[in-house]
């Protein structure tokens, strides 16, 4: 039996502040004239100039040859780790990263590739876990053939790996012959966080990829960079696992709207997400883990309240947030919550705890 999630029932007060995940975000107004007013093509044929148009300009942002538009990130994932591995390769990777907790097992089930779960806090490892974790070469061992980093770490907390780290990380990788590879979902909330630009951070892995789906607040696409070569090699792989699309310029529009208006306001997000983490953390019995940047997790068992019963408390009051263990939740900032809405989230918390 698997699990579809909850659907809300009929009679579920209308949602006032959504913080369950960024990737709730709806096109605004100002991103859906822009798809109207896109030029279109067949993108499988190299025939749409606004998915061109995308993959030129995120090539420049990440400081790649070139780059590829796909319907989601979990296919960019899908699609660099095909291209990165043969069968019964490794994927060094930390233990929460989402190529190894979210995505259905499909490096696995399409790729036959493995992934090595490593310890470290905040969804990090450090170099001398990376070493101790790599195997020396030899005919009964397994091939390791990629690390793999995720910036921000999801459920890591949303924190950002510092630049020094992403390079050694990068070094001793290549050092032992093994590719890189950087899920770069949040990568610009990372950049606009520290002021690193993302081809700085992206510089040593040799694949990167951005989600607009996130807080970029676009309705779909994301975008996987690398050399010509792997992109190239890559493009076999978006085609078996149907990635290939025809009028996608539509959505590449809305990405490159995001690109223009959507990226210096996630200052927004992080400073909401850091009111957000002041107010929960003056309620009785809540912990905050201090958000770095759009993701706030708590803990609540000094409440005494499981995580999913607090959830279901806030919903009953028009607030989502997510609950993503017994007794740990999550609230995500993003373009579509103020600072009203932090507010009334507080408040909201605060009532479900006391109740
Ligand atoms: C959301 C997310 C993905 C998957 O992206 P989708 O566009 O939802 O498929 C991959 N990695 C991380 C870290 C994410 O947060």
């Given at each position: 039996m698997v699990h579809a999630p909850p659907r809300p029932p009929a009679d579920a007060p209308p949602v006032r502040v959504n913080l369950y995940s960024d990737t709730q975000t709806r096109p605004t107004a100002a991103m859906k004239q822009a798809m109207m007013a896109a030029e279109v093509g067949d993108e499988q044929a190299g025939l749409d100039p606004t998915v ?83 195997a020396p070469r030899w005919r009964y061992g397994t091939p390791q053939t990629l690390v793999a980093v995720e910036q921000t770490s999801n459920l890591g907390g949303g924190t950002v790996w510092p630049l020094a780290r992403l390079r050694a990380v990068a070094e001793i990788a290549h050092a032992h012959g093994m590719a890189t590879h950087m899920d770069g979902a ?170």
């Amino acid at each position: 039996m698997v699990h579809a999630p909850p659907r809300p029932p009929a009679d579920a007060p209308p949602v006032r502040v959504n913080l369950y995940s960024d990737t709730q975000t709806r096109p605004t107004a100002a991103m859906k004239q822009a798809m109207m007013a896109a030029e279109v093509g067949d993108e499988q044929a190299g025939l749409d100039p606004t998915v061109d148009a995308l993959c030129d300009r995120m090539a420049a942002l990440l400081g790649t040859e070139a780059a590829m538009f796909l319907p989601s990130g979990t296919m960019c994932n899908r699609v660099a780790l095909l291209t990165h591995c043969r069968p019964g390769d490794a994927v060094l990777a930390h233990e929460t990263a989402h190529i190894l907790t979210a995505e259905g097992g499909g490096a696995a089930a399409l790729g036959g590739v493995q992934i090595t779960p490593l310890p470290g806090a905040g969804g990090q490892f450090d170099e001398a876990t990376l070493t101790a974790a790599i195997a020396p070469r030899w005919r009964y061992g397994t091939p390791q053939t990629l690390v793999a980093v995720e910036q921000t770490s999801n459920l890591g907390g949303g924190t950002v790996w510092p630049l020094a780290r992403l390079r050694a990380v990068a070094e001793i990788a290549h050092a032992h012959g093994m590719a890189t590879h950087m899920d770069g979902a949040r990568l610009l909330n990372a950049v606009v966080a520290t002021g690193v630009p993302a081809a700085e951070m992206a510089a040593g892995y040799d694949s990167v990829w951005l989600d607009f789906t996130k807080g970029l607040g676009a309705p779909l696409g994301a975008v996987l960079g690398g050399s010509a070569d792997f992109v190239d090699r890559a493009w076999v792989w978006k085609q078996r696992l149907g990635g290939s699309m025809r009028q996608a310029g539509l959505c590449a529009a809305a990405c490159l709207h995001a690109l223009d208006h959507h990226v210096a306001r996630l200052a927004e997000d992080h400073a909401n997400a850091a009111a957000l983490a002041r107010g929960l953390a003056q309620i009785e019995g809540i912990t905050v883990e201090a958000p770095q940047t759009n993701l706030v997790f708590f803990d609540t068992r000094g409440t005494g309240r499981r995580a999913a019963e607090l959830a279901a408390r806030l919903r009953a009051a028009g607030v989502l947030v997510s609950a993503m263990g017994e007794w740990r939740g999550r609230a995500c900032t993003h373009l579509d919550v103020d600072r009203d809405g932090i507010d009334i989230a507080v408040a909201a918390m605060r009532a479900a705890v006391a109740a």
